[in-house]
């Protein structure tokens, strides 16, 4: 069974702290991404890595960095927590694994940490 | 750029009906779609996955692709008040999905 595991399912934390966020996938996935969801946004691409030590910046990188030291973990780190990176954050994996024309790139999400900066 | 549009509802549909979920996007280069539900509070889960035009069947659910008009839809047959949650489309031409809204169902008994 595949599976996504976020360090924290909710986490609180004050303005100007640095915040560490980790994934762990256990399925040999080559990308993972890290999204930011909130109501009546969407999820909102924040970083993905395509493999160890690659990462590219997604829709929204300001305020966050990341790191992928093993295959199978990505970090989120936001440098200094403010009120506005409170939010659902959303870890994911997936593999672009192809058989012909398809692509599959089906994404696995973690159950997501639920983060609150005061 | 590309674009995934759903209505953000909410759907509202009897128990034991038929929900019909839209999606339509913009990108004519994609070619994986999929449908992921979301309950409130929880994480995306991946339900459903089609790759070529037709009807893709997987129990109560079935998605449909055409290409040609640029639109993906989710049939739930039978539909239970444990169907109500959000379902999310999406769709990848590489290795970054863009995802949709989602829209909004409720199944009331």
């Known amino acids: 069974d595949v599976k996504v595991t976020q360090s924290s399912r909710y986490l609180v934390k004050r303005t100007g702290e640095k915040v560490f966020l980790e994934c762990v996938q256990d399925?040999?996935?080559?990308?993972m991404f890290w999204y930011r969801q909130d109501p009546g946004l969407g999820l909102r691409l924040i970083y993905f890595?395509?493999?160890?030590?690659?990462?590219e910046k997604g829709d929204i990188p300001e305020g966050y960095s990341v790191s992928r030291e093993k295959k199978e973990r990505f970090s989120l780190i936001l440098e200094s927590a403010s009120t506005n990176q409170t939010s659902m954050y959303l870890c994911?994996?997936?593999?672009?694994?192809?058989?012909?024309?398809?692509?599959?790139?089906?994404?696995?999400f973690g159950p997501g940490t639920r983060l609150t900066v005061l | 750029q590309k674009e995934v549009e759903q209505n953000s509802g909410p759907l509202s549909v009897p128990e034991g009906a038929i929900a019909s979920l839209n999606c339509t996007y913009s990108d004519r280069v994609s070619q994986s779609f999929f449908w992921y539900r979301q309950y409130s509070g929880k994480s995306p889960e991946l339900i459903m996955s089609?790759?070529?035009?037709g009807d893709k069947e997987d129990g109560r659910f079935t998605a449909q692709l055409n290409k040609a008009s640029q639109y993906v839809s989710l049939l739930i047959r039978d539909s239970q008040p444990s169907d109500s949650a959000t379902y999310l489309c999406a769709l990848s031409g590489s290795y970054i999905p863009t995802f949709g809204r989602g829209t909004s169902l409720i199944v009331h008994p």
């Open positions: 399925m040999d996935h080559e990308n």
């Open positions: 890595s395509y493999d160890v030590k690659m990462k």
């Open positions: 089609i790759y070529s035009n």
């Open positions: 994911a994996s997936s593999s672009p694994g192809t058989s012909g024309r398809r692509s599959y790139n089906e994404q696995f």
